[in-house]
């Protein structure tokens, strides 16, 4: 049995004031929880439609449909949903590349960026604070479980940049292009917000200025920052 | 005023069946209308609640903000809806690179894909007949007006990559790495459907299998269609 309370905190924690306060995010669906629990991020809660779906984990709740989909933030709730508790993050490590994003607002994008770190292997993901919240539901979907390996950080970013001993490049519409660059084997790299790009105050502490070049009409509109931001990391993991 | 015929034929056009009937297709809102007039796609009826919003062209029909909503696919229409001619589709050159899709179902990946073939100045996107309708109102709206600037044509795959003199390279997960191909300067890049990348058919008359390669956990999942063809597109120009 669930009760009224636990379905009030659930739903609450779909907005990040609430996320903040008790600590803890959902996730939904078998694949992202499975990661999840295989990362041993520390399981708060674990409802189930159906005792088949997954292994038992101590606070594991059998519950009904009609339960579940009072809870959820899907327009399909899938038979799954987890509270977990929001890890600690980890101390940065310098030594390989860090992606650092500067006010990325879209939560696809940030998601779609989660599971691009995993796929090259980027350890470390530095958020400016007015980017999305990583535990935002959407974020979570697209991320397809990669959140589970990828240290996700909020910092103010001109101070992390000013402090920090690895070059620092940004994406520019107006860059080199990376395709002449010669990348060192360590750095940061900066991609900006949607419509705007970096920001004037970050763009103070960048070093190096890149670009993807554009061989088509001078009209078209720019590449979206998760697409630039998969060029680039095959760019870093390439040299 | 807009007769209820009018009304009745623009809605039906976010079918693909009554696109095919008709030769017509829905764009809506002023940039990727104005894309499609300057790249003289033909015009067959533009509807504009403001007249102040574009040039005067024949066929531009002054209508109410309700009329408008009536005829739109979106929850928040914008304030211009344009029908226009299908466009012929152009003979294929063979003087640079094409992509081809197999099966690609997600109306925004086609999107995407569209929108990075005008980045990286790809002229020809060649389509199995079970991709999604490049006029689909979905696709049209993630193009952002680059369905203007490239030639999309549906075709037979297996039969148009038997016949080609260009060499063939497909995205497969077990490719050989692009990092250390040499690739051409001009040939076909294939790219799969979402869930089951290429067809067995197709992959039969593919003569190099590429991929991108992963660097971090194994359990990643792989790549969504429209970043991998961002990487691959980007490894075409910088050779």
């Known amino acids: 049995m669930v009760t009224k309370n636990q379905i009030k905190l659930v739903t609450s924690l779909q907005q990040k004031k609430y996320r903040t306060q008790h600590g803890l995010f959902v996730v939904e669906g078998k694949k992202t929880v499975n990661e999840l629990l295989q990362a041993s991020t520390r399981l708060y809660k674990l409802f189930v439609t159906n005792v088949q779906a997954v292994q038992d984990f101590e606070g594991?709740?059998?519950?009904?449909?009609?339960?579940?989909?009072?809870?959820?933030?899907?327009?399909?709730?899938s038979d799954i949903l987890a509270v977990f508790y929001k890890p600690n993050s980890v101390e940065i490590e310098n030594k390989d590349w860090i992606i650092a994003l500067d006010a990325v607002r879209d939560p696809g994008n940030l998601g779609t960026i989660i599971r691009l770190c995993d796929w090259f292997g980027i350890k470390h993901l530095v958020c400016s604070s007015d980017t999305v919240d990583c535990y935002n539901p959407k974020v979570l979907q697209a991320t397809m479980g990669s959140i589970a390996r990828v240290n996700v950080l909020y910092k103010d970013l001109s101070i992390f940049l000013k402090e920090t001993s690895l070059p620092v490049y940004g994406a520019f519409m107006d860059g080199n292009t990376v395709h002449n660059e010669k990348l060192p084997k360590k750095g940061i790299l900066v991609m900006g917000n949607e419509a705007n790009g970096i920001s004037s105050a970050v763009e103070q502490v960048i070093s190096h200025r890149i670009s993807i070049p554009q061989f088509g009409d001078q009209t078209t509109e720019s590449l979206n920052v998760a697409t630039a931001t998969a060029i680039l990391l095959n760019e870093i993991r390439r040299t």
Chains 1, 2 share one sequence.
């Open 60 to 77: 594991t709740e059998l519950v009904s449909q009609a339960e579940l989909r009072q809870m959820s933030s899907l327009n399909t709730p």
